[in-house]
């Protein structure tokens, strides 16, 4: 199975200040067919989670531009530029390349 | 628009047995697959299968393979997870999503559905 590796675990951030997340994954997740299926949710409480970006750095419909994705092969992180009290939440990176699919251990998104 | 809605928490006794459902609407259910995914409390999300609901293919999570069962309805766009032999561990969230599979992932999601396990 792939391990999916998130840190930090987490992440204090000041309202509008800049906040960065990483997600190391045991090996490539580059497809055979040459897609990477790395993928970012967010989790807030009572919430299911919301799917934010698709394939490393696609952003899903509905997600503001302030989120954004970047990386290859087994090194990946999620951005958020200016960190708004909703973003507060459990952030997730998850591999869909290989089965079984699997999560990071999450990322918990406070403000300070 | 796409919606995934799961049915009701319930309250089961150790070695019962719980079926949640996901009834799809808002897009073609035999295009796409569903996964379930679970979050037990204060813990993270684990995945536990997915079943294409173009042909009834499924793939299990290993440490489940033994007691679940995941099945979809084509006629009424429903999806469904069995879970057997339930333990006090299974106390969990499960989710449903929508897997576009070639595509954006696991982009919509159930509202969740709370199963406990208790004597």
């Known amino acids: 199975d792939i391990v999916m590796t998130q840190t930090p675990l987490s992440s204090p951030v000041t309202l509008g200040q800049p906040a960065s997340i990483s997600c190391r994954s045991s090996?490539?997740?580059?497809?055979?067919?040459?897609?990477?299926?790395l993928s970012w949710l967010q989790k807030r409480p009572g919430q299911p989670p919301r799917l934010l970006i698709y394939?490393?750095?696609n952003r899903f419909s509905g997600v503001p531009d302030r989120f954004s994705g970047s990386g290859a092969g087994t090194d990946f992180t999620l951005k958020i530029t200016r960190v708004e009290a909703e973003d507060v939440g459990v952030y997730y990176c998850?591999?869909?390349?290989?089965?079984?699919?699997?999560f990071g251990g999450g990322t918990k998104v406070e403000i300070k | 628009q796409v919606q995934l809605v799961q049915s009701g928490a319930e309250v089961k006794k150790p070695g019962a047995s719980v079926k949640v459902s996901c009834k799809a609407s808002?897009?073609?259910?035999?295009?796409?697959?569903i996964s379930w995914v679970r979050q037990a409390p204060g813990q993270g999300l684990e995945w536990m299968g997915w079943?294409?609901?173009?042909?009834?293919?499924?793939k299990y999570e290993q440490k489940f393979q033994d007691r679940v069962t995941m099945t979809t309805d084509t006629s009424t766009g429903t999806a469904y997870m069995e879970l057997r032999s339930l333990r006090s561990d299974d106390t969990a969230v499960y989710y449903c999503?929508?897997?576009?599979?070639?595509?954006?992932?696991?982009?919509?999601w159930g509202q969740g559905t709370l199963v406990t396990v208790s004597s």
């Open positions: 999503a929508r897997e576009d599979y070639d595509n954006s992932g696991s982009d919509y």
């Open positions: 808002g897009y073609t259910f035999s295009n796409y697959g």
């Open positions: 079943i294409s609901a173009y042909n009834g293919k499924t």
């Open positions: 090996q490539s997740l580059v497809h055979s067919d040459g897609n990477t299926f």
């Open positions: 394939k490393i750095s």
């Open positions: 998850m591999q869909a390349t290989q089965f079984p699919l699997t």
